[in-house]
């Protein structure tokens, strides 16, 4: 029994490892050839496996990139989730800059592999689901944040927050989008400072 559940470890060990493996080849691949000119050849050669071993994991490259697309998300949801437990508004807004500033900085770090995120996004109705999923977990995280500060007191409650918490959610995005293709050359403090004082100016009492 022993043996046999030895093997059995043996066994996921070994295709924890190969999944391992063919996603960072992944991730090398679309990092070199951009999302639509990668190919699953390009991402077993990579990884030195076999198209059986590469479907056996995944079913294509658009379920690699979506993996690749969570792994770095994850370092915004990361952020998203630092406790939210403000009891006055310049605390709040302490926390939320620091959150927005953070964002800003891991979208300015992670801009080459964005890139192909937004690629995929544009031509993959799978990524682009995965993408509007990743949205309202973020919006979901940012209407809980708002409606504590609501049943605190220390913001409108004359606003929904959920239509709040997307506005705000966007504001975010664009900037990050923009830094992502170097489209703005303003210093990361100066716009995280100027959306997070107009969103808590706006909603914080």
Not at 58 to 84: Q, R, S, T, W, Y
Request: charged share 25%; glycine share 6%.
């Amino acid at each position: 029994m022993r043996e046999q559940n030895n093997l059995e470890d043996g066994r996921r060990l070994r295709a924890m490892k190969t999944r391992y493996k063919i996603i960072n080849a992944a991730h090398h691949v679309f990092l070199r050839e951009g999302f639509q000119q990668t190919t699953i050849k390009q991402i077993i050669e990579q990884a030195k496996t076999g198209y059986g071993t590469a479907y056996g994991h995944f079913k294509g490259k658009d379920d690699l990139l979506i993996i690749v697309m969570e792994d770095v998300m994850n370092k915004f949801f990361d952020v998203a989730h630092i406790p939210f437990f403000p009891s006055t508004k310049e605390e709040a807004k302490g926390i939320i800059l620091d959150q927005v500033l953070e964002f800003l900085k891991i979208a300015d770090t992670e801009r080459e592999i964005m890139k192909v995120f937004s690629e995929g996004i544009g031509v993959s109705a799978t990524v682009n689901d995965k993408w509007e999923e990743i949205r309202q977990g973020f919006i979901q995280s940012i209407t809980k944040d708002i409606t504590y500060s609501q049943v605190k007191g220390l913001a409108r409650t004359d606003l929904k927050a959920e239509l709040v918490a997307r506005s705000w959610f966007f504001s975010n995005e664009m900037y990050q989008w923009e830094i992502v293709f170097n489209k703005n050359k303003s210093p990361l403090e100066e716009i995280a400072l100027t959306l997070t004082t107009m969103y808590v100016d706006a909603i914080y009492c």
